[in-house]
């Protein structure tokens, strides 16, 4: 959900009175500002058109100064101050200076025109331009018409206001706007005040928000369509109803009952999990024309893409179910992020890792169907893929920087960081922690809290000690996956598992692989009888033994019972080949856990393609989408970097055809009415999967062309995009623009400047990135950077073109010649990401080595860029090892 790339180039900030910056003994702090600088409270007010090109504003703050200065550091990033003014503690006025005092980093210092103590009052007036980049206040438009909202996390609120920038510095705001007559205004409160302000004019009021940080500060201006939704009934946590609103641009405000239908049940799930009422004094729900992340879980108003929130009764499924799970998890925030926030930006899990835990929480109660117990294995093993690498960050990874900060949005925070908790959840038991959570919500309620605060609570609850709070921290201070290995022995007339865990290291990994973590092993095991039984213990050695009471003979083992651990498992082929024997016999969630170790197994060198199709096969017949198509990524692996003859390709896509046609054509190629959310989906990969080009199964791809065809016909002035079915539309116009050519890209990129539908432009704009033509793919690209593709969405259309070494280097030489543009389009968001952007997907020593000659005299200019090179070159030359270490001949075994 987060951000994308830094300018290079930063408009130089101004001085009060036009001075720069001038020496002083006290460098300006980067990092942490100074405590003895405390601020309590804010007054912001600012005058905001959205069809102007810049905004006015004062932020008024009552500091307490607990040793005497003449000055203190604050926060603000290309702002125009024109007035500075300081009221002491005995009233007296003085007149202040503010001085830009890091420029990249938007630390300034505000000299106080005397050395002063204890409280005082500072008055910054000021004015800024509505930012274009999606931080801090920034300008969007819909439909050609403007609006003004914001975006503060993780450091951008210093564009919008000067202050206290910090997630610990959390105190009341009072905020008011004045706005065009017109327009419509919202904010974290409740409006309680209306006045006319001048001709065509008015300023709003709202009433004084709980404690916040900035980051968590939040309004939007413009011709809104407000709408009223349900209120949020009282239940016993909270005595009074909580207003419910949908914000949405003009004429798309009908489209939000959907999701203000489903927002009751999420909040009164949350809390009745934390035995404590939503705590502000409204709740609405914003969808962003454009915006950096999916969605912002600020205080009072959380802020979403517009296609997170703008459902129809024919939306697709994928749509439908996003909107309930990215809600689930802004609202799980109310409580962990906003309620309880953390302290420093080093636990930043503990807001992302719980919101994410959380939200699977939610929807498994309200929306079972929709398996988020699966997703949280998915999420688990897909962060496992980055904590991998030798440059992954840690869980509490260290802060020395914004970029530190701008990347740690990432897997590792989210889904690791759920996965943690979820796996010591199931250690001391579900009921048990529960009880520590609402004991660390009730006691750190509107402040801030440590990673230490929660495991404290969590091992009191649950009577652990220190081998306990030790085992947890080992996850959240050390990177990298454990690797347990195990091997069943009888020794005494005892069946006794053997264990020894190190660092999961794929095939060319230059990294140590002596590590050791306190991990809570559960396994699954089989007894005499048929039966089966789960045994847990606390792995905190290198290695262990542990002891399977009545295991039958020659018993089979799964090392990850309930597929809730995180950590990777390693067993012989032969083990692995009786586990294979019973995995269909296994929960959804263990056969997940099952396909992860067959592909550490592979990625780690002790499997073959042969090994792994072999393995994969029993999953291929499970009734449940998330279990048979599980195997699709590794596969893909292998047809694409493996495979080197027509036989070998033959033989692949035979394997995918018998695995995956029957069940495709089973579903049929367009949504039945009133079938289940779960066949829509599973069509919409299934078709996807075998429709691609390499696949290219030809009942499949002459399917979606036929479908792709229909909608790139004209209707009423449009393309007919209601012609193909909704869900099936992005591939089916896929296949279109790699058939048809230029005439469907020509097409589409006419089209998308005339639809403001999300979910269509997301359809149109992932098609446009399936096209194999260079020329197409550099004029797709060029089209991607202009004003018809919003700054949100260009990364859908840039990370297409990278299926083989060929085309990644027409992407090479387009992003090169083009890379100024791209950064100065696209601000500061996950600057981390663009090396990604760049190489990702690449899979030889060449590659690898033209990203670093590129980005390393760069890493200067664009922020979290350092983290990103690292993870992209290190992804790249162990695809490249594993690819040298395979013998393609395996494939036809």
Known sequence: MRRFVRPLVLTALAACCGAAFAATTDAPPLGHLPTWAQPESYKLTFKVDPKQETYAGSSTIKIKLSQPSDFVWLHGKELKVSKVTVTDAAGKKHVGKYTVAAEKEGVVRVDLGAKLEGEITLAIEFTAPLNKQLQGLYKVSHEGVPYAMTQMEPV??????????????????DISLTIPADDQGVANTAQVKEEKAGAGWKTLTFSTTKPLPTYLVAFAVGPWDVVKGPDINPTEFRSTATPLRGIAAKGEGHRMQHVLGETNSIIHTLEDYYGFGYPYDKLDLLAAPDFSAGAMENA???????????????????????????????LAHQWTGDTVTMAWWDDLWLNEAFATWMQQKVTTKVHPEYRADLDRVRGAQGAMNNDSLVSARKIRQPITGNGDIETAFDGITYQKGAAVLGMFEGYVTDPVFQKGMRAYIQKHKFANATADDLIDSIAEAAGQGDAFKKAFRSFLDQSGVPYVSTEVKTEGGKTVLHLAQSRYLP????????????????VRYGTTGGANKVKCELLDKATG?????????????????????????????????????????????EQLAYADAVRAGFQHGDLDAGDVLAAFKPLTSSKTREVFTAPLMTFNWILNNEATTDAQRTRLRKWATDAYLPKLKELGYKKKAGEPDNDTITRTALAGFLADDDIAQPEVRAEMLKQGDAALKMKDGHLDLEAADSDLLADALGVAVQERGASAVDALIAEIPKTSDPAKRNAMLSALASTKDPALANKVRDFALGKDVKVGEMAMVLRGGRDSEATRADLWKWFVANYDKIVARTGSFAGGQLPGLAGGGGCSKAEADRLGEFFKPRLGQVSGAERGLAQTSEQILLCSAQKAKQDPKAILR
């Open 300 to 330: 009072g108003l959380v802020t979403f893409r517009d296609w997170l929130l703008l459902i129809d009764p024919d939306s697709a499924a994928q749509y439908v179910r996003g909107s309930f799970n990215v809600n689930a998890h802004e």
């Open 507 to 522: 095939l060319g990994s230059t990294g140590d692989a002596s590590r050791v973590w306190g991990v809570p092993m559960c």
């Open 545 to 589: 033994t542990m002891v399977l009471d009545d295991a039958a003979k020659n018993t089979w083992v799964l090392p990850n019972a309930d597929g809730r651990g995180y950590y990777r498992f390693a067993q012989s082929k032969a083990d692995l080949a009786a586990l294979s024997k019973v995995v269909g016999t296994l929960s959804d969630a």
């Open 156 to 173: 951008s609120a210093r564009y919008a206001f000067p202050g206290f920038d910090e997630p610990s510095f959390k105190v009341p705001f």
